[in-house]
């Protein structure tokens, strides 16, 4: 019940303090909470955040003992339990636990997935090649994320306060050199959802506001932008 935390109290309290900063998330919501929780789907939605699939459960990893059949029913019951319960047309993907198969992404693609969140080696977007044509990884920073800081690492919340400063500033730098960059924040509400944790969490997210020319956005309106300014275009499915 420690996660379930998250589910009862502590995203209400996260969403709360999105909204009053004016910011919108990217929800990266798995099909089994969709159908424990059809209520916690609608708020989120409510609130203005696009919702991520990310696969049915922690139980059903994706990985290359699957057959082709079974993880194209896991990917057909994540993708239609989410838009059928949010209404939104669900355009982006997380693994659970970021495991793939060699044929996820191909078959990410048969659902109308056009970006995936699985691979962390990059500060910007870019265009996926060979079966993957079509789809766009998206930066979703693994050091970043309250898990790997607060629960992993144990640390305090106040360093991960910093380490959010600290990142968004070097990254701020570089955009005034070089264009823009794109900069990931993961929080799970049954971590950072908890009391003691959202001032400071809340005072990094305000320091970062308060710079000129940062955009929060999406992984949806990211993706966007970055296919309006790439040179060839968005890349067709082959």
Known sequence: THRDYGNHVGVFRLMRMLADLGLNASVAINSALADRYPALIE????G?????????????????GLTVEAERALIETSTSTLRRASGQKVRGW?????????????????????YV??????????????????????????????????WTWHQTTEEFSQQIVDQFRFLYDEARRGGGRVMSLTLHPWISGHPHRIKPIRAALEAILAHAGVW?????????????ASPAGPAAPA
């Open 43 to 46: 708020e989120v939605s409510a």
């Open 94 to 114: 997380l693994s659970p636990g970021k495991s793939e198969s060699a044929q996820t992404l191909s078959l990410l693609r048969d659902y109308a997935i056009d």
């Open 216 to 228: 929060p956005a999406t992984g949806e309106a990211i993706l966007d932008a970055f296919l309006r």
């Open 48 to 64: 203005g955040h696009e919702i991520v699939a990310h696969g049915v459960d922690m139980n059903h990893l994706h990985h290359g």
């Open 117 to 150: 969140c699985d691979w962390p080696n990059d500060d910007m977007p870019y265009a996926l090649a060979g079966p993957a044509v079509g789809l766009t990884a998206m930066p979703h920073a693994t050091e970043l994320s309250d898990f790997q800081c607060l």
